[in-house]
T-cell receptor, first 112, second 108 residues
């Protein structure tokens, strides 16, 4: 398996623009997690899905952030409109029946 | 309630030294994970613990449920061990809380 795939790997955009981050979990995994990592706050869980259903979105910072999982092999995290404080590395991770989460390479987002 | 504390924040060691990184949490947990983040940014899960001790190669992780404390040990450290080590705890459900990480540099 190729592991968790994220795209794009890097994104530079201007304040106010819409940003869409994509994730393909490992086949067969039924949990998918979105994390954000910044220097100030470290790693934070934003939202997670189980069997494509959002279970806990309490970490989503505000209404500008939304996440979807239309099927078992694809999820998106959207920021609209983006702001400079959204600049961070966004990680997607998936897990199956075991406890171990497998992380994607991350998307490094810079909002100017 | 959900605080996770790691120490030290930064650690520099000579190659071959024995290294210990500590993690403390404030309330009962379902599981504790140790993660390794490489200088390039990738994150790898090293261990998941709910009790006792686990060993993988030169890495050993222990957890004391009563004391709400876990340690990650690296024996015979090597420059390739240089990374940020992050403690993550899971309470009920799948809500994770992370320590701020320990940045380890191993000098040849």
């Amino acid at each position: 398996d190729a592991g968790v795939i994220q795209s794009p790997r890097h994104e530079v955009t201007e304040m106010g623009q819409e940003v869409t981050l994509r994730c393909k979990p490992i086949s067969g995994h039924d949990y998918l997690f979105w994390y954000r990592q910044t220097m100030m706050r470290g790693l934070e869980l934003l939202i997670y899905f189980n069997n494509n259903v959002p279970i806990d979105d309490s970490g989503m910072p505000e209404d500008r952030f939304s996440a979807k999982m239309p099927n078992a092999s694809f999820s998106t995290l959207k920021i609209q409109p983006s702001e400079p404080r959204d600049s961070a590395v966004y990680f997607c991770a998936s897990k199956g029946v075991e406890e171990t989460q497998y992380f994607g390479p991350g998307t490094r987002l810079l909002v100017l | 309630k959900n605080e996770v504390e790691q120490s030290p924040q930064n650690l520099t060691a000579q190659e071959g030294e024995f290294i210990t990184i500590n993690c403390s949490y404030s309330v009962g947990i379902s599981a504790l994970h140790w993660l390794q983040q490489h200088p390039g940014g990738g994150i790898v899960s090293l261990f998941m613990l709910s009790s006792g001790k686990k060993k993988h190669g030169r890495l050993i992780a222990t957890i004391n449920i009563q004391e709400k404390h876990s340690s990650l040990h690296i024996t015979a450290s090597h420059p390739r061990d240089s990374a940020v080590y992050i403690c993550a705890v899971r309470y009920t459900g799948n809500q994770f809380y992370f320590g701020t990480g320990t940045s380890l540099t191993v000098i040849p």
